[in-house]
């Protein structure tokens, strides 16, 4: 079991009125740029709804991740206060948004379904800060008329999340609060999020064995490398993925033969009779963590 204290401290947040949720507000999307404290206030949210109702927390950052590793969206699943019961990840192969659109759109949507399906009241959705720019505005746009909440809740820097906001103000079913960002809240580097990514990555894989698998028994989908050239496959992340495509394990191939159609890999050890399809990636890392490439 995981306590909501191993995710770090949730604070008072200011002491935050969460009168301002009442029992209609079922679903809260928390949006923000990078560093805003989104997080933070969703760890805040969660523990205090989990005092009294069943909720999820569903991470949709694929780079920064907390639930799963980086390419990963997550679902923690809490019944009952400070503890995490269930765990849901979905692929979508990049850790990054753009350009794997479709496959986050997915992910998020099919993770708040999978809550409710358990039987959760609350969903507290922390959304990526990938939001600068038209094409990551429209991503957030399609993902809110997806997703449905009954809330948004905004931190406020810079003009993007107005930009947004601007076109759910009208909506009757649909409460937004604006928040400002704190000031003792900073701005990560790039180096340290690469760092953070590339320990995930390592934690991830520490405890890997071999293995290898005839890949015809499977669907396949995602950036499927060339079958011709079997170079393209080594060192691909691919997820191996049950019947409903939550993943099973994510595996790195370290060879590819392709008389055989047999997929060499590391991976954790897994019940292969759980696997269902194997989803493929955009980018080759290496056992120690390390992206060293993009494929497509």
């Not at 696997?275 to 494929?295: A, C, H, N, P």
Request: glycine share 8%; net charge positive; charged share 30%.
């Amino acid at each position: 079991m995981i306590t909501i204290d191993q995710m770090d401290a949730a604070p008072s947040h200011g002491g935050f009125p969460l009168d301002e949720f009442d029992e209609s507000t079922r679903v809260i999307y928390v949006i923000g740029e990078t560093d805003t404290g989104k997080s933070t206030f969703c760890r805040f949210l969660l523990k205090a709804f989990s005092e009294k109702y069943p909720t999820a927390y569903i991470d949709c950052d694929p780079g920064q991740s907390f639930v799963g590793p980086p390419t990963t969206l997550g679902a923690l699943i809490i019944r009952r206060s400070e503890v995490i019961e269930e765990r849901y990840l979905r692929f979508t192969g990049s850790t990054s948004p753009r350009g794997t659109l479709l496959q986050n759109l997915s992910a998020a949507v099919r993770l708040k379904e999978k809550a409710f399906e358990k039987g959760v009241s609350r969903v507290v959705i922390d959304s990526s800060g990938f939001i600068k720019g038209k094409v990551a505005r429209e991503f957030h746009f399609n993902l809110i008329e997806l997703l449905k909440p009954d809330c948004i809740a905004a931190f406020r820097r810079g003009y993007s999340v107005d930009l947004l906001l601007r076109n759910f103000r009208e909506r009757d079913k649909i409460k937004i609060k604006t928040m400002d960002v704190a000031e003792e809240v900073t701005e990560k580097s790039i180096i340290k999020r690469r760092l953070y990514r590339e320990k995930r990555f390592q934690d991830y894989f520490r405890d890997t064995e071999m293995g290898e698998i005839k890949i015809n028994r499977f669907g396949l989908h995602g950036n499927i490398p060339d079958f011709r050239y079997p170079e393209k496959w080594k060192n691909i992340l691919f997820a191996f993925c049950d019947r409903e495509n939550f993943v099973v394990t994510l595996g790195i191939v370290s060879e590819f033969d392709i008389s055989t159609r047999t997929m060499h890999f590391y991976s954790k050890p897994f019940n292969h009779r759980e696997v269902s399809t194997i989803q493929f990636g955009s980018i080759y890392l290496d056992t120690s963590g390390k992206q060293i490439g993009r494929y497509g």
